[in-house]
């Protein structure tokens, strides 16, 4: 959550998490997020998507601002590591 949030009751603040809690388990169930989690203390979590398109990760990001405060970061698997470096490695031979 933006530290920078208020609520009037802690219930507002309880009924908004459960709104956002609920959106990303849906995003779940559909296939868009592939993994979540929270820190027991709230102060942070993770989030992994697993997408063709990385406007599909914005898209879904978007509808959680200003309320969240997120860093996104691109992550590569070992597959696309290992194709990336096969052109280093063929350059390096010529």
């Not at 009751?9 to 592939?34: C, D, H, N, P």
């Not at 993994?35 to 992994?48: A, E, K, N, P």
């Not at 969240?68 to 052109?87: D, M, N």
Request: a negative charge.
């Amino acid at each position: 959550m933006n530290p920078k949030e208020t609520f009037k009751t802690a219930e507002e603040r309880e009924k908004y998490i459960m709104v956002i809690l609920e959106g990303i388990k849906a995003e779940m169930e559909a296939g868009l997020i592939k993994d979540f989690g929270f820190c027991v203390d709230g102060s942070g979590g993770y989030c992994i998507y697993e997408v063709k398109r990385e406007a599909d990760v914005f898209t879904s990001l978007r509808q959680w601002g200003p309320h969240v405060v997120y860093e996104a970061r691109q992550v590569f698997t070992i597959e696309q590591l290992l194709e990336s470096r096969k052109g280093n490695v063929a350059q390096a031979g010529n």
